[in-house]
């Protein structure tokens, strides 16, 4: 992600865009944000907006103006979401904006519209884990080219600012490892598994039937939503262009009972754990990146982990062990995280 402190460097093409911008975006004069997506976290995301209106605009000395939300379906109802809001042109929404709020999810239109916003000077907030996991690297070399921001926090255990944590907190710092709980809906499972002994596939029937699992739990059960958070971790501690293919990877689908009853009769549990951590020297570090499920002694703090829940240890030279425990999930805890990258990018905006 591009730092908030850097200096933007004026990309050929851009002047005019943001000539623009600095008359409408001076100060005082409201930060118009558009937001793309209404489902769970761009829902919660525009009924706060507009909640702490009053307490934004007090925060940043101008006020957030709400332009638009972008939506494919125009007549589905939306709580807390006024209609006169919705759009179906999420382009001419985006090139009305200073700040621009990806959270539809995927990679098209997402990318494109991302892409668009940066060239046309606006600062972009994603909570898109996917599509900066797979295009991340590009997309922060264009914010890069076009002086705005792209923040993610979101992308990454949802309310647990752990990016911010790895990113800037501890840039003065060595990171040598990052380990964690990064996949709520797994968690649920092996934690029903483990503490209630009910039997891996019904456990996995359950969490689908309770919404803990997409319609296509893949993503989850294999473990390429731990994969997508643990590269992005990867590439804030240590400034490596670290991608999905480095991932050593292996879910939890190909677990089986007699699995669960050989870590139970050892002590311990089973945890889909995401890892990280540095070979080589501080100065070239080489990134070794995994997720794999690991059987964990029940005392060890990665096992505590109940449910939904997420946990994120760093080691750190001089910090030591760090320790991070929250709501990885959710349509108001995410938008926490969401919330923080608007007022981080309407500062610049
Ligand atoms: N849910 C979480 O707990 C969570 C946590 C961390 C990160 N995230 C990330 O946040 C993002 C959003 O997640 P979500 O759970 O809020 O998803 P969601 O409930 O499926 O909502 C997606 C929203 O985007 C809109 N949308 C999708 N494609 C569109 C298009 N082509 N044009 C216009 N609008 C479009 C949808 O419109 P319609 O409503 O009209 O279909 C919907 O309002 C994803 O990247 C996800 O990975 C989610």
Known sequence: MTKATEVSTQAEGTSTQSADRSTQAGAGAPVRVAVLGAGTVGAAVVRRLQERSDLYAARLGRPLELVGVAV???????????RSLLTDDAESLVDRAD?????MGGIEPARSLIERAMRRGAQVVTANKQLLAQQGLELEALAEECG???????????AIPVMAVVRDSLAGDVISSISGIVNGSTNFILDLVAREGVGFEEAVRRAGELGYLEADPTEDLEGLDAAAKIVLLARAAWGQPVTLDDVRRRGIS???D???????GMGGVIKLVASAWRSGSPERPRVEVAVRPVALPREDPLAQARGGANVVII??????????????????ETASAVLGDIVRAARRA
């Open 315 to 332: 080691e750190a030279e001089s910090a030591g062990t760090l320790r991070l425990h929250g709501a990885g999930a959710g349509g108001d």
């Open 258 to 264: 007699s699995d669960f009853h050989d870590a139970s």
């Open 254 to 256: 190909g677990l089986t």
């Open 99 to 103: 700040v621009v709020v990806e959270v």
């Open 148 to 158: 705005v921001a792209l923040e993610g926090e979101a992308a990454v255990m949802a």
């Open 72 to 82: 494919r379906d125009l007549e589905r109802e939306r709580d807390g979401v006024d």
